[in-house]
């Protein structure tokens, strides 16, 4: 049985927009009691390796000014220097109004799944060594798990090496 913040939280758009993407997958969504706003919190909550943590870093592209989102590994931090040669163009930092705007979600509960406009999408290869992974849900007390190469399919994420 839901609680009522439960049912709050499955009820905000932004989780309706993950949910709506992963019908089909078998994933499902968790709603956790504290907001998870860090990668090792995440991994506490879930009694998981921070490793396991799949992080959606957002960066603007400075050329043709689109989303970019890396997927990376809780334990890793993002190469800026790779993601830029993997997409063939420079990126700057994404403030938290950009985040809102473009993907539709708040800093802290960024999904790999339901963005507004389809962002460039990066998925760090060291997480397709996790059986699953876990990525926010559209809000910070939010999660699922998911095998990290369905992960990649779902987001239309090209996996290389951005840590």
Known sequence: MSTPKEEAIRANPSVQR????????????????????????????LGCDVAQIAKSIIFRSRESDRVVLVVTSGANRVNEKRVVEEIGEKIGKADADFVKQRTGFSIGGVSPLG??????????????????????????????????????????AKVCTVA
């Open 18 to 45: 993950v949910a709506a993407a992963l019908a089909g997958s078998g994933a499902r969504i968790v709603v956790t009691e504290e907001p998870a706003h860090s990668a090792a919190a995440a991994a506490q909550v």
């Open 115 to 156: 963005h507004l406009s389809e962002p460039i999408t990066l998925l760090d290869e060291t997480l397709m060594q996790f059986a699953e992974v876990y990525p926010a849900a559209g809000h910070p007390n939010t999660m699922f798990g998911i095998a990290p190469a369905e992960l990649a399919q779902l987001a239309r």
